[in-house]
């Protein structure tokens, strides 16, 4: 992600989707952080005997509430991103101005206000306090949570977690249906366009030459659509990480709704905690996965990434 965002800024962002994958790029690498975080924190924290002045499942469990906060921001911009584009190509000329990128940065800067400002009133519901064990004198910092925690938890996930992640999931799979549509209709067109082309040239006995400076009228066209055809392919198949990283967490929220006791410090704590770190990797996996997407369907990505590392196509 680091390499995303530092090719993006090198090409420019000039153009609605690039922004939308910038900022993509950089939420992913924020979830990756805390992800590597949270991680370090869950391993000092089984390491027996530690002695830490600080409890770390407590800072753990902190930053499990950070990560979801930037992982909605990234959802909602993987969404805006297909929404996007499959409008653009579904209906042309309604929605090619209507995407601009002074208007998708607005977007993205109102994702990232809302997302902060629904989860403020959940994060003040925790934070560290000192305690002090009778029995060894020493003092640890650990997690306090507020009165009314509950209740706040239980609107974010009705909120959150059941009426956003699952409307994301399922406009982005509404999204994808009409992408794979049109890019099969597109290679069929093409295909057909192909073929009739030749027959034409066999039956006048001649092919254009090589070596003619004059460039055939649709030309232009052609090229313009081979680039707008690599992007959509990058959208859909971004969209399709999404979807696919996506769906435990859709799952696991569904099980948490039905099976209340299957939540941290409660019941089902261990089944919980280790389906969540499943959870977890996956959508790391997810984050981490787009660098191959933009390598492989935008060449001027490709050419800057291969003189960064001094390597050829």
């Known amino acids: 992600n680091a390499v995303n965002i530092a090719v993006f800024l090198k090409l420019g962002?000039?153009?609605?989707v690039t922004i939308s994958f910038f900022a993509l790029s950089v939420?992913?690498?924020?979830?990756?952080?805390?992800?590597?975080?949270?991680?370090?924190?869950?391993?000092?924290?089984?390491?027996?005997?530690?002695?830490?002045?600080?409890?770390?499942?407590?800072?753990?469990?902190?930053g499990v509430w950070y990560f979801q906060m930037v992982y909605d921001v990234s959802m909602l911009i993987t969404t805006y991103t297909a929404v996007q584009k499959c409008c653009c190509i579904a209906l042309p000329l309604h929605f090619k101005?209507?995407?601009?990128?002074?208007?998708?940065?607005?977007?993205?800067?109102?994702?990232?206000?809302?997302?902060?400002?629904s989860y403020v009133p959940?994060?003040?519901?925790?934070?560290?306090?000192?305690?002090?064990?009778?029995?060894?004198?020493?003092?640890?910092?650990?997690?306090?949570y507020a009165s009314d925690r509950e209740e706040i938890i239980s609107a974010n996930d009705i909120i959150v977690r059941i009426i956003l992640q699952n409307a994301c999931e399922i406009i982005v799979?509404?999204?994808?249906i009409i992408l794979t549509t049109s890019l099969r209709r597109h290679s069929k067109f093409r295909h057909s366009v192909s073929i009739h082309s030749l027959s034409e040239c066999s039956s006048e006995g001649s092919l254009p030459s090589l070596g003619s400076?004059?460039?055939?009228?649709?030309?232009?066209?052609?090229?313009?659509?081979?680039?707008?055809?690599?992007?959509?392919?990058?959208?859909?198949?971004?969209?399709?990480?999404?979807?696919?990283?996506?769906?435990?967490?859709?799952?696991l929220s569904?099980?948490?709704?039905?099976?209340?006791?299957?939540?941290?410090?409660?019941?089902?704590h261990n089944i919980h905690l280790t389906s969540q770190m499943i959870r977890r990797v996956i959508e790391v996996s997810g984050a981490s996965g787009?660098?191959?997407?933009?390598?492989?369907?935008?060449?001027?990505?490709?050419?800057?990434?291969?003189?960064?590392f001094k390597c050829s196509d």
């Open 290 to 308: 787009n660098f191959i997407i933009y390598y492989k369907f935008n060449r001027r990505f490709r050419e800057i990434v291969n003189r960064i």
């Open 173 to 176: 799979v509404s999204c994808l």
């Open 97 to 117: 101005s209507v995407f601009t990128k002074t208007r998708t940065c607005i977007v993205i800067a109102a994702f990232i206000v809302i997302c902060m400002t």
């Open 13 to 16: 962002l000039a153009d609605p």
């Open 213 to 251: 400076q004059e460039t055939p009228i649709g030309a232009k066209t052609s090229r313009i659509s081979a680039k707008e055809l690599q992007v959509i392919k990058s959208v859909t198949l971004v969209s399709a990480i999404f979807v696919t990283c996506n769906f435990p967490r859709v799952v």
């Open 27 to 62: 939420t992913d690498m924020v979830c990756l952080l805390i992800a590597a975080y949270n991680w370090l924190c869950y391993t000092l924290y089984r390491v027996p005997a530690g002695g830490w002045p600080v409890d770390m499942f407590s800072l753990m469990y902190l």
């Open 122 to 144: 959940l994060l003040a519901t925790q934070g560290l306090q000192r305690k002090t064990n009778p029995a060894t004198n020493a003092s640890t910092y650990t997690i306090w």
């Open 254 to 268: 569904i099980a948490r709704t039905i099976v209340p006791e299957m939540d941290t410090f409660r019941r089902y």
